[in-house]
């Protein structure tokens, strides 16, 4: 998606628990993912988190955290020339760094630049089972339905948070169809449809909690339709104001100053 690329690795570790609460799978889990942005930008991001799984519950509390710094620059501009996605993106005024002051008409040499933030996410599921036809046979199948929230904190800039909803239903024992909507401040709403791939998995009977001991770990719900790690904003950074005119008279038909140059 228009040159993103995230890649991944990581280490877990999942523990059946017996007991009469709470019983199910325990598992922690910390990848490392590299985070090739569309302005040819190198994120590098940790990813830790917990998670609960029974046969028909589960729960899953993650965080992010940037590795390399969390502003990378892209390109550089002149204020009176920021792109107009860049100035939607900003927290700051664009009109601040270019104009006029008495005699004075000036600019600012900018750094355009994007930025990405520590970040945390929730989601917990619930799954309810289906019939599903397979070689004139009816099997019954279980999918699952999952919302969560999550939130991002970007530097001297808006923070990014929203939630989300999907359902999962398989359509073999591999593959699976994800329908998922996120609601977040940043891209308000944004419909996906996907499928989820995986590989081995337990010999244990369906439909029970030692069945999942191989299930995926999901992680990015965030931006998971986006091919992106994590959210990121758009800003700008001045470098230094530069002088155009300086002791400048401006004149207007009716003798004043136009709005913005004085």
Known sequence: QNQRQTYSGGLGYRRLHDGDKMAGIWGVYSFVDY?????????????????WLSTDYEA????????????????TARASNIPQDV??????????????????????????VEQ???????????????????????????????????????QNNSDVYGIQANIEAPLNRHVSLIVQNNYDNQNDNRFSVGLR??????????????????DPIIRHQA???????????????????????DNGWFFSPNGTAPRGLA
């Open 35 to 51: 985070f090739h942005t569309d302005k040819s930008n190198e994120f590098w991001l940790l990813n830790p988190g917990v998670e």
């Open 60 to 75: 899953r509390l993650q965080g992010y955290f940037p590795l390399n710094g969390r502003t990378k620059t892209y390109q």
């Open 87 to 112: 100035a939607n993106s900003a927290s700051q005024m664009t009109s601040n760094f270019f104009g006029a002051r008495g005699r004075r008409v000036f600019d600012s040499n900018v750094a355009l």
């Open 116 to 154: 990405i933030g520590p970040g945390v996410e929730l989601e917990v599921g619930k799954s309810f089972t289906f019939n599903q036809m397979k070689f004139g046979q009816s099997e019954t199948n279980r999918a699952w339905f999952r919302v969560g929230g999550y939130h991002y904190n970007i």
């Open 197 to 214: 791939a995986s590989f081995g998995g337990s010999d244990a009977p369906l439909n029970t909690a030692q069945s999942r001991m191989m």
């Open 223 to 245: 931006r998971q339709s986006y091919g992106e790690a994590t959210p990121k904003r758009l800003n700008f950074v001045q470098q230094n104001e530069i002088t155009l005119i």
